[in-house]
């Protein structure tokens, strides 16, 4: 009787410290996006001789390569695969057929070659669009960087002014609703047009009684003077190309639907503005010079990693 109940502790001791093991194993060493990274996976990285770091930083850039390659969008087509095929095969001097029996002789399927170089197509636009994404410029460095380097020109008297044509310019606004779609808020603002076009009302009382653009609205649509580019694009093109004292046609943007008039233009100091878009863009190239040498560091920069030490 003493012999058995010995004989099922020391199984259940085992057993005990069996599950211990494994629960030492499964321990939860770092997470990524809020994916779980065990330590078991660790192991089976990292071998016997592997470093536990690296073989964690392999794990974490295996995952958000492949959330880069999910997001990313990109796609590869098979006739392009193809065309690369000819064109390999043309660049060595060598007719398809030619070229088949060389893959043949290395031990290649076409198939296989094919998929490796899908692959490459792949990565080559996972890695662009991760590039890509790891830019985060804020407006602060922007100004800090413009105004640093317009003084620094100004200390050196080789600071060169900007000038640019700003448009005094007023619209109405109608937003769409449940009640207003598109085809409405247009041919509502076709109306209003009409109107003022042939006297019925001024743009100023129009924009006062229609215009969802409350504040210009209250001053006659006007926005006051400034350069195209201060808007958005639909708004911008419409400033562009509507001639002075006349009035657009109506036109959506992503706020909703305008008509609007050019009432003035003058040139402006755009010198600051010529600055900052230096700034902008000194920091967007190196960002991408940065990400370039290294796009998989490049994905941890917006990942969220958290870290588990024993």
């Known amino acids: 009787m003493e012999k058995s109940m010995l004989k099922?502790?020391?199984?259940?001791m085992i057993g005990f410290l069996a599950f211990s093991q494994v629960q030492a194993e499964e321990r939860v060493v770092a997470t990524v996006n809020g994916i779980p990274i065990l330590?078991?996976?660790?192991?089976?990285?990292m071998g016997k001789k592997g470093s536990q770091r690296a073989a964690l930083d392999k794990i974490i850039d295996d995952i958000l390569t492949d959330k880069a390659i999910k997001e990313s969008g990109v796609k590869v087509n098979q006739a392009e695969v193809n065309r690369i095929v000819e064109d390999i095969a043309e660049r060595n001097g060598l007719t398809y057929g030619q070229f088949l029996d060389a893959l043949d002789y290395q031990g290649i399927s076409l198939n296989a070659f094919k998929q490796q170089i899908s692959r490459q197509m792949?990565?080559?636009g996972v890695r662009n669009h991760a590039i890509q994404n790891s830019v985060d410029v804020t407006r602060e460095q922007v100004d800090a960087l413009g105004k640093q380097m317009l003084d620094e020109a100004k200390a050196k008297g080789n600071a060169k002014k900007v000038t640019g044509k700003e448009y005094k310019v007023r619209h109405i606004l109608l937003k769409l609703n449940p009640l207003l779609n598109d085809a409405q808020a247009k041919a509502e603002l076709e109306r209003i047009r009409r109107d003022i076009i042939s006297g019925k009302m001024?743009?100023?009382d129009a924009a006062l009684k229609y215009s969802k653009d409350y504040l210009s609205g209250a001053n006659g649509g006007s926005l006051g003077y400034a350069f195209p580019e201060a808007?958005?694009?639909?708004?911008?093109?419409?400033?562009?190309?509507?001639?002075?004292g006349s009035i657009s046609a109506p036109f959506k943007s992503e706020f909703g639907w305008h008509i609007l008039e050019v009432v003035d233009s003058r040139d402006g100091d755009k010198t600051e503005?010529?600055?900052?878009?230096?700034a902008y863009e000194q920091i967007v190239n190196s960002q991408l010079q940065e990400a370039t040498k290294d796009w998989v560091k490049a994905l941890r920069k917006n990942a969220d990693i958290?870290?588990?030490?024993?």
């Open 273 to 278: 503005d010529a600055y900052r878009q230096k």
């Open 202 to 204: 001024t743009f100023a």
């Open 306 to 310: 958290q870290y588990f030490d024993k």
């Open 122 to 124: 792949l990565m080559a």
């Open 8 to 12: 099922s502790f020391l199984f259940a």
């Open 39 to 45: 330590q078991s996976q660790v192991n089976a990285v």
């Open 231 to 244: 808007y958005v694009g639909p708004f911008a093109k419409a400033v562009e190309t509507t001639r002075q």
